[in-house]
């Protein structure tokens, strides 16, 4: 048998964001009879123990090397600065101690999200060792992500993608097509459980057991579409008075600039569906709002992705998305759910009011949801598939 491929994961975050789960379920299913995984997971700052270092701590099949990484700058209170200043002082002898591990342990793959600390490291450590880097892109691509980031896609020898959508962002960037990869999101459905019973949520949030209800559940800003939900909904309770939107989570103040949820509550005020719309703020329980709701719907513009479509598919409930960004190769337009134009507010109303009309109509597009979800949208294709992209990448 030839010998394994080591791989290194970068995973200087200390949290776990959908880049780094999507990381993280690639290294627990790599096959281990061809790879060999090695994690470089940063330490924190000392304050505590990340969540990251935690989640990788339990991964069986791996080994872990846990790192100081150049501490990121920005958005940190002031206590945390000086500890990242400090931590500067160890930065020249980490690097070198990252690199002779690298050489040691014949690591010949660096993966990388597009964050800018796993992308510069992925990419420097490639050219201080001579392993390949691999940048894993999670976002459309453009002039407004930061410098550093977009440096290293472009210096990296592969560029990973997670759809379509993404993969010609990165090309009309300037990378060359032969160098970008396109591999899909994943979702473990088995930590999903479709036959949970939501009516413990629709006590809690004061919902009739037959008022049928939407869920909306994202970080708020614009470009997630509530806007166009709520205007869509005011619509909609003309057919369907006892109508219930459920708008989860919380506000996304670094990209919008101040709380989206105080202008979408005016909105809501100005539409007259006050009775009709409940802000939960921030949950853990996606799983529990899903079992309460009769359908799932993130009117995003341009999403790159959308894990939390494959959430609702596992939920097996039907998904109403937008025809644009990576939601086509996600959500299958008839099959899995509803698809409308961008900014087509009729068209989303009529496509919600579509399946409110039917139960067995939910209920075909749920079951098939689910079962695209365990049949393809599975962590062993997409580790198989990345896999794949190694060794092409090993080839070249």
């Not at 995984?37 to 791996?62: E, F, N, W």
């Not at 459920?246 to 996304?252: F, H, N, Q, R």
Request: glycine share 8%; proline share 5%; net charge positive.
């Amino acid at each position: 048998m030839a010998d394994k491929i080591a791989v290194l994961f970068i995973q200087s975050q200390t949290g776990f964001g959908a880049d780094s789960l999507i990381q993280a379920e690639i290294a627990r299913h790599l096959d281990r009879d061809k790879f060999e995984v090695h994690v470089a997971c940063t330490r924190g700052d000392g304050s505590d123990v990340p969540y990251s270092l935690q989640s990788y701590r339990k991964m069986p099949g791996i080994h872990l090397r846990e790192t100081d990484f150049a501490p990121g700058l920005t958005r940190r209170s002031l206590s945390e600065t000086v500890r990242g200043l400090r931590s500067l002082l160890s930065f020249p002898s980490e690097v070198l101690a990252l690199r002779d591990y690298i050489k040691q342990n014949k690591i010949r793959i660096l993966h990388g999200t597009e964050k800018p600390r796993d992308a510069t490291y992925a990419v420097a450590m490639g050219k201080l060792t001579g392993a390949k880097s691999i940048v894993h892109v999670h976002v459309k691509w453009s002039m407004e992500y930061k410098l550093s980031a977009r440096a290293s896609v472009r210096h990296a020898d592969a560029a990973l993608a997670i759809s379509t959508y993404v993969r010609d962002t990165i090309v009309d960037m300037g990378v060359p097509p032969s160098r970008v990869y396109t591999v899909l999101n994943a979702l473990d459905a088995s930590t999903w459980d479709p036959d949970l019973d939501g009516s413990e949520v629709r006590r809690e949030l004061g919902l009739t057991p037959d008022a049928p209800v939407i869920a909306s559940i994202s970080r708020l800003f614009s470009w997630k579409g509530p806007t166009q939900l709520l205007e869509a909904a005011a619509i909609v309770v003309k057919e369907f008075p006892a109508l219930r939107v459920l708008i989860v989570g919380a506000d996304e103040r670094y990209v919008h600039g101040g709380s989206y949820t105080v202008e979408l509550k005016a909105l809501v005020e100005r539409l007259g569906i006050q009775q009709n719309v409940i802000f939960t703020g921030h949950r853990r329980d996606a799983a529990r709002i899903l079992a309460a709701s009769d359908l799932f719907t993130m009117p995003s513009f341009e999403e790159p992705f959308g894990v939390v479509f494959l959430e609702a598919m596992a939920m097996r409930k039907p998904v109403i998305g937008i025809d644009n960004g990576g939601t086509p190769e996600v959500v299958t337009q008839g099959k899995s759910g509803l698809l409308s134009p961008p900014w087509d507010v009729p068209r989303l109303a009529e496509n919600i009011s579509q399946l409110l009309r039917s139960a067995e109509l939910r209920r075909q597009m749920g079951e098939y949801g689910r079962t695209r979800v365990l049949e393809f949208f599975n962590p062993q294709r997409m580790a198989r598939e990345t896999g794949d992209v190694y060794q092409r990448v090993l080839a070249q």
